[in-house]
C-alpha cells in the first residue's frame, strides 16, 4: 500500500475512533473500571494509527524521513502487546464484572510489555523484531513472529475466556465480544503472509465501533459497581412488564436490601463495602435465569424482575436465594457476612397498580422484614 493510501486509510480511522471517543466520555459512567479501560484502548488505537502512518516513510531516503520511519516502527513494535492486554481487561470485567479480580492480571500484562519493550530496544542493536537499512528500507528480523504472536494470543485468550463464559453474557454482548478479534486476526494474518500489508489497526477499528455500539453505547444503563442494571434501567423494564402483562402471563418482583450494610462499612471502610456490594450481585446472578433483570436500586438495595406467574415458582426463588447465601457465610471465612431483608410478590393483573404503587407495595413489605431483622 502507498504512503498517501494508508494514510488516508488511518486518517479515516482516527476521525471514526474520535468521534467514539467523544460519544464514550460523554457517558454517565465515567467512574468504572470497563469504561475507563476502553477509553484506554481508544486512545492507544489513535496513537498507533499516528505512529503507523510514521513507519510508512520506508525506503524514502532523507534525514527527516528516516527519523520518521525509525520513531513510527520502534512506536509499533512497542505498543503492539497493549491493545491485547488492555482488550483482555476489557472481556474479563465484561463476563464477571469483578474490578479487583481484574486488576489482578495487570502485573502480569505489564511484565509482557516490559519484556516485549526490553526486545524493541535490543532490536535497534541486533535486529530482533527488525532493522532498517542504510537506505531507509525496514526489513523483519528472524524473531519478528514473536511480535506478531503476542497480541495474537492476548486477544486469543480473551476469545476463549469469551466462549468458556458465555452463559454469564448477554447474548448482544456476547457476539460482539466474539467478533471483536476476526478483524484484526484476518489483518495479522494477511500481514504475516504478505510483506507491506498492514492493516491490522483499521481492522480494530471496525471492531472498537462494534463493541461500542452494542456495548459501551449501553453502559449508561448499568451501574458502574455491580455491572447490574441500574435504577434508570429498573424504571423502563417494569413498566413495559406490567404495560405487556395478561392475567395468565404475569411477572414476580423481588426488593432485596442488604442487612447491617452501614455496619460493614463502618468497620471494615468502604472498599469491604464495596466488595460486598459486588459479591451480592454475583450471589444474585448465580440464582436467576438468564432471562431474569436485575438492577441496583440504590445504596444497597436490589431489584429482581422475574417472569414467574404464581406464588409458588417465586417462593423456589427466593429460597434459591436463601440458601446460595448461607453457602456463601458458611463456606469461606470473610470478614463480614451477608444477611438479606427481602420483600416480594407476584405483579397481580387485575389490581392495575403502576410502577411507582407496584414498588411502593414491594417496598413496604421489604421494609416489614427489616423491621423483624431490627
Not at 157 to 185: D, G, H, Q
Not at 213 to 237: A, F, H, P, W
Request: hydrophobic share 50%.
Amino acid at each position: 500500500m502507498t504512503l498517501m493510501g494508508n494514510a488516508v486509510l488511518n486518517m479515516y480511522s482516527i476521525l471514526l475512533l474520535c468521534l467514539i471517543f467523544f460519544q464514550v466520555f460523554k457517558s454517565i459512567d465515567k467512574k468504572g473500571l470497563q469504561h475507563r479501560v476502553f477509553v484506554w484502548i481508544i486512545i492507544t488505537t489513535i496513537l498507533a494509527l499516528i505512529i503507523d502512518t510514521f513507519s510508512r516513510f520506508d525506503g524514502y531516503p532523507g534525514t527527516i524521513y528516516s527519523a520518521f520511519n525509525f520513531v513510527g516502527n520502534f512506536g509499533v513494535y512497542l505498543l503492539n502487546p497493549i491493545l491485547g492486554s488492555l482488550w483482555l481487561v476489557y472481556s474479563h470485567l465484561q463476563i464477571f464484572h469483578l474490578e479487583k479480580r481484574a486488576l489482578r492480571m495487570v502485573p502480569i500484562l505489564v511484565g509482557v510489555s516490559l519484556i516485549n519493550a526490553l526486545i524493541v530496544i535490543g532490536s535497534q542493536i541486533w535486529g530482533w523484531y527488525y532493522y532498517i537499512d542504510a537506505n531507509n528500507i525496514y526489513h523483519r528480523g528472524d524473531y519478528f513472529m514473536i511480535s506478531a504472536f503476542i497480541p495474537l494470543i492476548l486477544i486469543g485468550i480473551a476469545f476463549f475466556m469469551v466462549i468458556m463464559n458465555r452463559e454469564k453474557i448477554e447474548k448482544k454482548y456476547f457476539y460482539s465480544l466474539v467478533f471483536f478479534p476476526i478483524f484484526p486476526i484476518v489483518f495479522v494474518t494477511l500481514q504475516i503472509l504478505i510483506y507491506g500489508i498492514s492493516m491490522v489497526l483499521n481492522g480494530l477499528t471496525i471492531s472498537l465501533l462494534v463493541v461500542f455500539l452494542n456495548i459501551q453505547n449501553r453502559s449508561m444503563d448499568i451501574d458502574y459497581l455491580t455491572g447490574v442494571y441500574n435504577r434508570k434501567s429498573l424504571e423502563t423494564y417494569m413498566r413495559d412488564k406490567i404495560n405487556t402483562c395478561t392475567g395468565k402471563k404475569t411477572f414476580s418482583a423481588i426488593l432485596l436490601d442488604i442487612d447491617r450494610f452501614k455496619l460493614i462499612n463502618d468497620q471494615f471502610g468502604h472498599g469491604v463495602g464495596d466488595e460486598a456490594l459486588e459479591e451480592t450481585a454475583k450471589l444474585l446472578r448465580n440464582c436467576l435465569e438468564f432471562s431474569d433483570f436485575i438492577a441496583r436500586y440504590g445504596g444497597d438495595e436490589f431489584y429482581i424482575i422475574l417472569d414467574r406467574s404464581n406464588q409458588e415458582e417465586l417462593n423456589a426463588t427466593i429460597n434459591k436465594i436463601r440458601e446460595a447465601t448461607h453457602r456463601f457465610n458458611t463456606l469461606r471465612a470473610r470478614l463480614y457476612q451477608l444477611n438479606f431483608s427481602m420483600g416480594f410478590a407476584v405483579y397481580d393483573f387485575e389490581a392495575k397498580m403502576n410502577v411507582k404503587e407496584f414498588q411502593a407495595y414491594i417496598d413496604q413489605l421489604m421494609y416489614d422484614s427489616k423491621k423483624i431483622v431490627a
